[in-house]
């Protein structure tokens, strides 16, 4: 079955930069745009960035634009955020996601980036 599992998350000083990684199994990983959201505590949760199939086409949430970058390895079946310079306004929990054709969203169940001092 269709599996998102992600991983990198942790505590980080502002202005530090951390990597999160989504490694997905059960489905043509190169096939399918992917995405990360993000909820923080209280708040729905947002979208944060795309990236097609390939990997040649990207595009961001506005406050993200230039502190984020999204990335895959169709090889390895992997997305990563790349997050740089970060806030204490981008603490939440970052989830991975995609979408089939049909509508249907598959979500991981998130890794918590803390960004405190």
């Known amino acids: 079955q269709v599996q998102l599992v992600e991983s990198g998350g942790g505590l980080v000083q502002p202005g530090g930069s951390l990597r999160l990684s989504c490694a997905a199994s059960?489905?043509?990983?190169?096939?399918?745009?992917m995405s990360w959201y993000r909820q923080a505590p209280g708040k729905e949760r947002e979208f944060v960035a795309r990236?097609?199939?390939?990997?040649?086409?990207?595009n961001y949430a506005d406050s993200m634009k230039g502190r984020f970058t999204i990335s895959r390895d169709n090889a390895k079946n992997t997305v990563y955020l790349q997050m740089d310079s970060l806030k204490p306004e981008d603490t939440a929990v970052y989830y991975c996601?995609?979408?089939?054709?049909?509508?249907?969203?598959?979500w991981g169940k998130g890794t918590l980036v803390t960004v405190s001092s």
């Open positions: 996601n995609f979408k089939r054709l049909t509508g249907v969203d598959y």
């Open positions: 059960g489905f043509t990983f190169s096939s399918y745009a």
């Open positions: 990236i097609s199939s390939s990997g040649g086409s990207t």
